[in-house]
């Protein structure tokens, strides 16, 4: 059975930094892209950025400030985010792909984790 379990959210003021990780189990990824997702209440989920096997995507909204990046293991994804501003205040996901090109659009992730929660204070 695959898993993804993220960590590292919490609460930061405006202008901080988190990381957060994600671990896969179940099968292996490291062919295949890796993203994150992140949602509000009342919103759609919506792209933050992804990696796959040989590139990396970023929402215009968090380029320049976010990094994704694998782990060793390639199992294992992370975001460093960077001056952080209350509107990236969100319940962050992260996904995998069984394709190679898997980019933004979230029709082409096949798991999910169970999210983490990110707040940004002014």
């Known amino acids: 059975q695959v898993q993804l379990v993220e960590s590292g959210g919490g609460l930061v003021q405006a202008g901080g930094s988190l990381r957060l990780s994600c671990a896969a189990s179940g099968r292996t990824f490291s062919s295949y892209a890796m993203g994150w997702f992140r949602q509000t209440p009342g919103k759609e989920r919506e792209f933050v950025a992804a990696?796959?096997?040989?590139?990396?995507y970023y929402a215009d909204s968090v380029k320049g400030r976010f990094t994704i990046s694998r782990g060793n293991a390639k199992n294992t994804v992370y975001l460093q985010m960077n001056s952080l501003k209350p509107e990236d205040t969100a319940v962050y996901y992260c996904a995998a792909s069984t394709t190679v090109a898997a980019g933004t659009d979230e029709r082409d992730y096949d798991y999910w984790g169970q999210g983490t929660q990110v707040t940004v204070s002014s």
């Open positions: 990696v796959s096997w040989s590139n990396t």
